[in-house]
């Protein structure tokens, strides 16, 4: 996998001051998209072991309230596998900080049925997930007005809430999912 960037001090993609991580790689091709260049999966730079361990040691700070992934596309089967050590690593070393990722794939339709390659990895990934944005950004639905979003059909899901009732749950925007 390779990433296009990491923010150490991200505001815009999730609630406080986080860490986000741009993976590269997207089918999607949003109209409209604001990362166009992060569609070619060999944008960027290699995502390594000390990329993953720079974004942990950026994390480990008092006013990080978490790490957000986007991109791209983090569920991307090829990114997921990346990506999937990370979360183990992050979950274990801040279980008191949340994790937040931008996917233009819908929750039910896409990833519950296990489209998305490795059912196994997929599941997981979902499971160390506290809120996911999904849904493609459809230029017609833009509003710079949504709070974490950026067109109205993307949905800000609690994904703990969410599988454990097996339901769609909304994030409720305290801050914690």
């Known amino acids: 996998m390779n990433y296009a960037a990491i923010k150490t001090h991200d505001i815009a993609n999730g609630p406080g001051v986080r860490v986000s991580l741009f993976v590269s790689g997207c089918t999607h091709h949003c109209e409209g998209c604001f990362n166009p260049e992060t569609w070619d999966f060999h944008y960027g730079q290699p995502y390594t072991a000390e990329t993953e361990q720079e974004i942990l040691d950026a994390c480990d700070k008092p006013y990080i309230r978490g790490l957000s992934l986007l991109g791209g596309e983090p569920f991307e089967p090829a990114n997921q596998?990346?990506?999937?050590?990370?979360?183990?690593?992050?979950?274990?070393?801040?279980?008191?900080?949340?994790?937040?990722?931008?996917?233009?794939?819908?929750?039910?339709?896409?990833?519950?049925?296990?489209?998305?390659?490795?059912?196994?990895?997929?599941?997981?990934?979902?499971?160390?997930?506290?809120?996911?944005?999904?849904?493609?950004?459809?230029?017609?639905?833009?509003?710079?007005?949504?709070?974490?979003?950026?067109?109205?059909?993307?949905?800000?899901?609690?994904?703990?809430r969410s599988l454990e009732h097996d339901q769609v749950l909304w994030w409720d925007g305290s801050g914690q999912p």
């Open 81 to 160: 596998k990346a990506l999937l050590p990370l979360l183990r690593r992050f979950r274990e070393r801040f279980p008191d900080k949340t994790v937040w990722c931008y996917s233009g794939y819908n929750y039910e339709l896409d990833m519950l049925t296990g489209q998305l390659g490795d059912w196994a990895v997929t599941k997981e990934m979902l499971g160390l997930l506290d809120v996911l944005v999904d849904g493609e950004f459809v230029q017609d639905q833009k509003d710079l007005n949504l709070r974490f979003r950026g067109s109205a059909n993307q949905r800000i899901i609690d994904v703990p």
